[in-house]
């Protein structure tokens, strides 16, 4: 992994002043100078602070220089609130005065355009080469609560963290305010709260591999529309799993338009987001699906940071509830714990003899007459060692109802090693003020629906964390151009690579050809072979079951007159002719490609119209284990179809799986081949056969 955190000065000096400058505050209320200077008077910044405005002397009793040159040197941070077209002299004059870090606030620059993206390179430029860690521009600025610190124009009511919390880490200024807010209504404290903008210096990334490492910070709560520098989120990802500070990142893009992958049918299957999404959660981050999902999961990481959930256990008081868990659970595919024989003689021994003990668990309406059920079940169910989280989801009932259950409940939450989250139903009906006080002094993570937790705890229990070695990238690069092989060029690349290719020939004349045919016995294919031919079908250059020289004559003429007509300017490298294959159990198709941002993926799916069809892919890390291959390919929907259901031979997955291993290790020592799609690999019982291959390179 290749980058590396802007030197720890720089953000140290950014995120952590010592000293402050605002160029352009102002006197007036809610201008965005007279914010920024507003806050940090309300926050009581304990550094030096200095202002600039050329028409004012002082402000709030603070005096004023009138330009940036008149500051002190080596002042660490700088809010700039200038109009876009005095930024670049603005940011010399930075570099002149030495200052450690700047906020740009103002907004034309990249996102309107050439001309603006050119502008916000030159201001790059000249903060990169005087070591200024650069925030924005068009940005919101950031907030460090720790140290009353708030580097922002949003105006901020000051609360004060006294301990470690969340780092709220984001692109989008409106986002950084809204999982703020959302995180402080939820009582999870916030550390930090950042937004990046257009980085034209300092990325997300950077912020998250700083921020890491700050002891004040408990959780990592991020959303971002783009990583730039996968290679160090990923290495961040992985120190945050070691400091066992959770990583829980939202990130828009699953329906917008895929990157094209070379003429290949998986590239509009398999898209940017889904493959990130492979990657960050092989790194341990926790990938929420939306805003509910973002908050949920950082409430329930607040109290329980360190969970690993893969079973969950669920407790309530109602069999209709217990009948929607089980079919929630298995629409989300999170696993419903079994519970060990020693867990269910210990509920069996509390509960009325007419209860069911299972997981999900009812235990009925005798917890109106006996609310230490609630608690005593509770606690049993979060000492079997098979239970990763237990929810609990209970109906309200009158105050003294939800206060009884609550008393119950309490000592088994704020004891809990596991996470336990609390579901009271009935939507938005009032609590007690007095349930709501005791819950926020226990921490208890408390939802309204036992949907939400449960969907909280699947996004968790699909994250697994692997070794810094494991997990292997390579640094984004700039797309090249390519060129695609013609099938007979693919297949003698894969046959030098080991790979166990049918015997084919390559005729250019017809006397060629039925020498050819007979040398591999009938029957068999004829396909027309060119570089730029990548789909050959298309044009009429396929022809499969010839039986005989006659036949073969035959197909060689039409093949010929049909290219002829649909491409008279493609120019052959001659026919392939090789055996003809039995028909096969099943196909799967095979694109293991070289993604700019993440660097190798396998895409597996069902093939013919299966995969487009059904989109029933599965995306594997490129240099994953036959043994992990295989498992994922068993996880398709269409699954039984190659492993022995309804009667159907099992069929040779393991081959199949070594077969997408040894395209991993062809990719990784070949960096010119940009994708290898086998499309269709034909499985049978007792082995694989790769039917047809397109093999792209770099031009």
């Not at 990157?259 to 990938?287: C, N, Q, W, Y």
């Not at 119950?408 to 009935?426: D, H, I, M, N, Q």
């Not at 049909?562 to 491409?567: E, H, V, Y």
């Not at 284990?625 to 022995?644: D, K, N």
């Amino acid at each position: 992994m290749t980058d590396r955190p802007a030197p720890a000065t720089g953000l140290a000096r950014l995120l952590n002043p010592s000293s402050v400058a605002i160029v352009g505050a102002s006197p007036k209320p809610f201008s965005l100078g007279g914010n920024v200077l507003q806050n940090f008077l309300s926050f009581g910044f304990p550094g030096d602070l200095h202002l600039v405005n050329p028409s004012h002397s002082e402000i709030s009793g603070i005096p004023c220089v009138a330009t940036i040159d008149e500051l002190p040197e080596n002042v660490d941070l700088v809010a700039l609130i200038v109009p876009a077209v005095h930024v670049p002299e603005a940011i010399e004059a930075c570099a002149r005065r030495k200052v450690g870090s700047v906020i740009l606030f103002s907004a034309g620059f990249a996102e309107t355009g050439d001309e603006g993206r050119a502008m916000q390179d030159r201001i790059a430029k000249v903060a990169r080469e005087a070591g200024i860690a650069m925030l924005g521009p068009n940005c919101m600025g950031f907030a460090n609560f720790l140290r009353s610190t708030p580097g922002t124009f949003e105006p901020l009511a000051y609360t004060p963290a006294t301990g470690p919390g969340a780092a709220v880490i984001t692109q989008s200024g409106a986002m950084m305010g809204n999982l703020r807010i959302a995180l402080l209504s939820r009582g999870v404290p916030v550390s930090y709260a950042v937004s990046t903008g257009n980085e034209a210096v300092t990325t997300v990334e950077e912020v998250i591999a700083y921020l890491v490492e700050d002891p004040q910070v408990s959780q990592l709560v991020v959303f971002v529309e783009q990583l730039k520098k996968p290679d160090l989120f990923l290495k961040s990802a992985l120190r945050a799993r070691e400091l066992g500070k959770p990583l829980i990142v939202t990130h828009p893009g699953r329906s917008e338009r895929s990157r094209e992958a070379a003429k290949s049918h998986t590239g509009a299957i398999a898209g940017d987001h889904a493959v990130m999404a492979l990657f960050v959660r092989k790194a341990g981050v926790i990938l929420a699906e939306g805003f509910d999902e973002l908050f949920d999961i950082a409430t329930i990481c607040n109290r329980f940071p360190s969970a690993a959930v893969s079973n969950v256990a669920l407790m309530t008081n109602s069999g209709a509830v217990r009948g929607f868990t089980l079919d929630f659970c298995d629409a989300l595919g999170l696993p419903i714990a079994p519970l060990q024989p020693a867990t269910i003689k210990a509920l069996a021994d509390i509960l009325p003899s007419f209860a069911t003990v299972d997981n999900p668990l009812d235990i009925t309406a005798q917890g109106m007459k006996e609310p230490n059920l609630f608690g005593d079940t509770t606690e049993r169910l979060l000492a079997d060692p098979g239970v990763d989280a237990v929810v609990v989801a209970v109906m309200g009932g009158s105050t003294a109802q939800i206060m009884n259950k609550w008393r119950s409940l309490r000592p088994r939450f704020e004891t809990a090693e596991k996470p336990a989250v609390y579901v009271v139903l009935g939507d938005e009906h009032p609590m007690p003020q007095e349930f709501l006080d005791e819950l926020a002094e226990s921490r208890t993570p408390f939802f309204r629906s036992p949907e939400r937790a449960l969907r909280a705890f699947a996004r968790m229990a699909e994250t697994h964390s692997v070794s810094q070695t494991e997990l292997v990238i390579t640094p984004p690069s700039e797309p090249r151009p390519t060129r695609t092989l013609s099938e007979a060029r693919g297949k003698a690349l894969l046959r030098d690579a080991g790979c166990d290719i049918a015997d084919f020939v390559l005729a250019t004349d017809i006397e060629a050809g039925l020498r050819a045919a007979q040398d591999v016995g009938y029957p068999v294919v004829l396909k027309a072979q060119a570089d730029l031919l990548a789909h050959k079908s298309d044009v009429g250059g396929v022809k499969i079951g010839i039986d005989g020289p006659d036949a073969f004559a035959r197909a060689w003429d039409e093949m010929q007159s049909a290219l002829a007509t649909n491409a008279p300017d493609l120019t052959l490298d001659g026919l392939l002719v090789e055996p003809q294959a039995a028909r096969p159990d099943a196909e799967l198709i095979i694109a293991s490609r070289r993604d700019p941002q993440w660097g190798i993926v396998h895409v597996v799916g069902m093939g013919g119209v299966w995969a487009e069809t059904l989109k029933d892919v599965r995306l594997i890390a490129g240099n994953a284990t036959p043994a992990e291959i295989e498992a994922e390919i068993r996880r398709l929907r269409s699954a039984p179809m190659l492993v022995g259901g309804r009667n159907l031979p099992p069929l040779d997955v393991a081959g199949a799986a070594a077969f997408v291993a040894r395209l991993g290790a062809l990719l990784n020592a070949r960096p010119d081949i940009a994708e290898i799609e086998v499309n269709p690999l034909a499985l049978y019982r007792d082995r694989i056969a790769i039917l047809d291959v397109l093999v792209t390179v770099e031009a």
